[in-house]
């Protein structure tokens, strides 16, 4: 919960987010380990995914409305049909692409036949950029590319709603790691700095 206290995030779920890179994240939480933020794609690329199949459908009523669909019904079908099966591949490849961000690591799952993960340690993360486009800007989404130690640049899936609030979950989720893990290396230098004292103190008498 501290994570999502210091960057202003609030912890729900949300409507729609059942999808195979969350299910799959639950499942693999380790002990202590909690999901921060799960990615969402933007509403314009489901509006990019159903716009043929719109545009197809009111060729198809304008030629009705004509009376004309009779002779050209065949043509007009299919351009739909294919419209129909972008739409379709369009929304399979949303349903099963998701970044998840946990308080250990970030997890990238895709694949729709056969599943293909990518965890990775979150000190594995070594920076970000995040590309937007005049549309990107004005509407809230763009592309998001991580620096991972040992693989280079990764681009994450397109079309990303928020980048700047995946981005803050990012950061915050590592700093909450550092700062964990520097505890104890801290009580650790400590311990080792009281001992060495003790020792001179001994010495002395």
């Known amino acids: 919960m501290a994570i999502f206290q210091r960057n202003g995030l609030k912890k729900k779920k949300e409507k729609g987010e059942k999808n195979l890179g969350a299910i799959y994240a639950k499942k ?22 159903i716009g043929p199949l719109l545009a197809s459908i009111a060729v198809v009523i304008i030629a009705w409305l004509l009376g004309v669909i009779g002779p050209f019904l065949l043509v007009l079908a299919l351009p ?20 998840v961000i946990t308080s250990k690591r970030l997890i990238v799952q895709k694949g729709w036949t056969s599943r293909n993960t990518m965890d990775v340690g979150l000190d594995r993360i070594l ?36 980048t700047t609030r995946f981005r803050t979950a990012l950061t915050g989720a ?8 520097a505890k104890p290396k801290d009580r650790s230098i400590r311990s080792l700095a009281s001992l060495l004292t003790r020792r001179r103190q001994r010495i002395v008498q």
Not at 28 to 49: C, D, N
Not at 91 to 97: G, P, Q, S, T
Not at 174 to 181: A, H
């Open 28 to 49: 693999t939480l380790q002990p202590g380990e909690e999901v921060i933020y799960i990615s969402k794609f933007h509403w314009i690329y489901t509006l990019r995914a």
């Open 80 to 99: 739909v049909l294919f419209a129909l099966a972008h739409a379709m591949n369009k929304f399979a490849y949303k349903w099963v692409n998701r970044v």
């Open 127 to 162: 920076g970000h950029k995040i590309e937007e486009d005049a549309w990107g800007r004005a509407l809230g989404y763009g592309k998001f590319v991580l620096v991972i130690g040992g693989l280079g640049e990764v681009q994450l899936p397109p079309y990303m709603a928020n």
């Open 174 to 181: 590592k700093d909450e790691q550092t700062d964990k893990d």
